[in-house]
């Protein structure tokens, strides 16, 4: 009885391995700066490797869930257990009816429609469920829970900005563009009927100024 389900990122910071220690997991690897982070379910360890080391089906096993740079599906995965349900996500299939007291005695209600995901932390421990059914979420629930969210930016991070950058660069240049033009037209269209090259440049420019 224990952790469930074995998972890897290919992430490996400090954070992440305090937070899987706060999960249960101990550290079997003798280095922990490895780039990778990867959870053996079964012994309830956690182990510091490398990339490679995962893109190798003979070394890991095809069951193993790749959560990519996806921290928090990584350790809602890694928290999976059959022992507890602290920690973990759950999906409601009804709606569900809750009450709970507070620090100084009142009683509260509310209630969490059909579909919703929650995490079971301390305050549902000391919740009593009125009624409605919900089950713990599977694999395959919380990838789709967590799609898009906890992702983090690649390796090469001064690359990324340099592209963001770029990128917003290039759409400054070309609302500039779109600007003067949209402008010029304006003040052709009132010069439509002739008029002096020079005081045409000279009203362009004054508009433009203004922008």
Not at 65 to 83: W, Y
Not at 126 to 149: D, M, P, Q, R
């Amino acid at each position: 009885m224990g952790f469930t389900t074995a998972a890897f990122i290919r992430r490996n910071t400090s954070e992440l391995r305090k937070k899987l220690k706060e999960l249960g997991y101990n550290c079997s690897s003798l280095r922990c700066d490895r780039p990778c982070l990867y959870t053996a379910a079964y012994l309830n360890v956690y182990h510091s490797i490398h990339p490679e080391w995962l893109d190798n089906e003979d070394i890991r096993k095809t069951n193993d869930i790749d959560c990519g740079t996806n921290e928090e599906l990584f350790l809602a995965i890694a928290a999976l257990r059959d022992d507890t349900d602290e920690n973990q996500w759950f999906v409601t299939d009804s709606p569900l009816s809750v009450s709970y007291d507070d620090d100084v005695g009142n009683d509260h209600y509310f209630t969490e429609p059909k579909g919703s995901v929650f995490f079971w932390d301390i305050n549902w421990m000391h919740a009593t469920i009125i009624s409605g059914n919900y089950h713990k979420a599977t694999v395959e629930e919380l990838i789709e829970h967590f799609k898009g969210k906890g992702e983090s930016m690649s390796n090469d991070f001064l690359g990324d900005m340099d592209r963001i950058g770029m990128d917003a660069y290039k759409q400054g240049e070309e609302d500039a563009k779109k600007r003067a033009i949209e402008i010029l037209a304006s003040v052709l269209e009132n010069w439509v009927h002739g008029g002096d090259a020079d005081c045409i440049i000279a009203e362009f420019e004054e508009e433009l100024m203004k922008k």
